[in-house]
């Protein structure tokens, strides 16, 4: 196999890239390009580093974005720059270069959802069915053409990280289906087709406003509860509440059957469309 491109690097962090980049590294011997990862984020258990220590990849920490652009900028000779799971926004100057070609991960069915936090947006909004999209990058955020779409359903008591760890697996499936094509320059992209109507959601922005109004809707309340748990990661505060005309915050959350309803200090139960209630822990503030 054949391809103009020199080198492959890897930008990003968590699953996705772990195994994005283990599949460039597997594929090195096909194409002999040279193949490196920046972890821009730092983190502290970082997967990334230790493929690549097993597999023999340059590793780099750049977290300071001007340091960043201007390696990348440096750069002279033509270079597959695949963005998995990476925050970094990409300089015009860089997009335009001649020698660069840059690919991005989004964890939704572009041109919908663009920005941060994709997978909150999508449960919070109610939708049924999202996916993934990989596209060439421009200089607009999320406005490239797309290279290839994978879509799932969304579960009904579906939580974010649950989404985002089966988006991150389907990331990884589209990847391979189209890595040859664009090494090879004939991947058939498609245009994104934009609305007037198109939103970018940004990382400082919280669904619902980070408010859970538990006189409302109960469905609603529970897809905002669902939207914004990421387990043990801390993407977003707890979400704040009103309750007999004190604030107070989500501790956690869980639907019950009604023969799980209980009497308990600081407790709510919401009736669920189903049947099921919808049991909430709170903490007064």
């Known amino acids: 196999m054949d ?4 080198r492959v690097i890897v930008i ?3 699953k996705a890239a772990g195994d994005i980049l283990k599949y460039i590294a597997d594929r090195r011997a096909d194409y002999a390009y040279q193949s490196a990862f920046i972890e821009h984020e730092i983190h502290a258990l970082s997967v990334t580093e230790n493929i690549c ?3 023999g990849i340059p590793f780099q920490r750049i977290p300071e ?3 960043l652009a201007r390696y990348l900028e440096e750069i002279a000779e033509k270079t597959l720059i695949v963005s998995a799971s990476n925050n970094f926004l990409f300089s015009k100057t860089l997009v335009e270069k001649e020698n660069i ?3 991005n991960f989004h964890n939704a069915l572009l041109p919908n959802y663009p920005g941060r936090n994709a997978p909150s947006w999508v449960i ?3 939708e049924r069915e999202t996916g ?6 421009t200089a607009g955020v999320d406005e490239g053409n797309i290279i290839v779409q994978k879509r799932c359903e969304i579960g009904p008591d579906e939580k974010a990280y649950e989404l985002t760890e089966r988006l991150m697996n389907l990331a990884c499936e589209g990847f391979a289906e189209c890595f040859d094509k664009v090494l090879a320059e004939c991947a058939q992209a498609v245009p994104q087709e934009f609305s007037g109507e198109r939103r970018l959601y940004r990382s400082k922005e919280i669904p619902g406003d980070g408010f859970l109004d538990v006189a409302g809707d109960t ?3 529970y897809r905002l509860l669902r939207s914004v748990d990421y387990g043990k990661s801390e993407i977003f505060p707890p979400l704040r509440l009103r309750i007999e005309g004190h604030e107070a915050v989500v501790v956690r959350y869980r639907k019950v059957a009604p023969k799980k309803r209980e009497e308990g200090e600081n407790l709510l139960f919401l009736p669920l469309r189903d049947g099921d209630y919808l049991k909430i822990k709170y903490r007064a503030l």
């Open 3 to 6: 391809t103009n491109f020199r």
């Open 101 to 103: 070609t840059i690919m």
């Open 219 to 221: 469905e609603a309340a």
């Open 124 to 126: 919070y909004k109610g």
């Open 132 to 137: 993934i999209t990989w596209h060439y990058v």
């Open 12 to 14: 990003g962090y968590g």
């Open 65 to 67: 974005k001007a340091v």
């Open 53 to 55: 220590t097993e597999r």
